[in-house]
């Protein structure tokens, strides 16, 4: 019996020897194929680790410029004094942005596009910093900041009396599956803005949507309110 049994194990180790040796250029080859996507692995990971340590330490920089920028900014603006002398430092910056904005990926480019937006906003461009802010949504759809960058782009927009675009703006900022900590103000603002249209039924809608999604925020709940009473008893 145990003879038996040893010859069908050295039948099966032959048949499995003999398998090896017929196919071996293929076996070789397959496990050459796992090594190489192993260490391909490996490098992809190093590589994209390095990529992400090199932008975040570029965006970093670039912060610190527009953080100095803003400060010097708003000093000469309490002051009284004139702040063209920095027109030429927030076009570098906003050059070097853009540059940066274009090779970065997700949160990297989207961040940058939003100060680029930032920097035309406070000049009062409004054109300009809704282009950014768009692009900054784009770019960081998958975080946090495409839903604030499609909000300010709304702003911009309705500086220029664009409400239509506006209000689509802010329907994009709010279809965003990721949480929106000022959702409830982008709703009132739809409503808002639809009653500037002359829209009464859709302002009416979209205040009460605020009652019904922001329960748990009672100064938004008032203002919605104070609407629709206002708008119903006309």
Do not use: C
Not at 51 to 76: N, P, Q
Not at 151 to 177: H, M, R, V
Not at 216 to 227: E, G, I, M, Y
């Amino acid at each position: 019996m145990q003879d038996k049994s040893k010859q069908e194990k050295e039948n099966t180790g032959d048949k499995i020897n003999e398998f090896i040796q017929r196919n071996r250029k293929a076996i070789f080859a397959i496990s050459g194929l796992v090594v190489i996507l192993f260490i391909g692995a490996v490098v992809y990971f190093a590589v994209n680790d390095s990529v992400s340590k090199k932008a975040s330490f570029r965006l970093e920089e670039l912060t610190v410029r527009y953080d100095e920028l803003k400060a010097h900014t708003h000093e000469e603006d309490e002051e009284g004094e004139d702040g063209h002398n920095h027109d030429e430092e927030a076009d570098s910056l906003i050059a070097d942005l853009k540059v940066f904005a274009a090779k970065a990926n997700g949160i990297y480019g989207s961040k940058a596009w939003s100060m680029t937006g930032e920097i035309y906003a406070e000049r009062k461009e409004w054109a300009l910093a809704e282009e950014a802010f768009i692009s900054s949504a784009r770019a960081g759809e998958k975080t946090y900041l495409g839903s604030l960058s499609y909000f300010n782009a709304a702003a911009a927009a309705e500086e220029q009396g664009k409400y239509e675009t506006a209000i689509d703006l802010l329907q994009k900022s709010l279809s965003s599956k990721i949480e929106f900590p000022i959702a409830a103000r982008a709703q009132f603002a739809v409503g808002r803005l639809n009653e500037k249209l002359g829209n009464t039924s859709e302002a009416i809608t979209a205040y009460r949507t605020v009652m019904e999604k922001w329960s748990q925020l009672p100064a938004w709940q008032q203002l919605a309110q104070s609407r629709i009473t206002a708008l119903e008893t006309k």
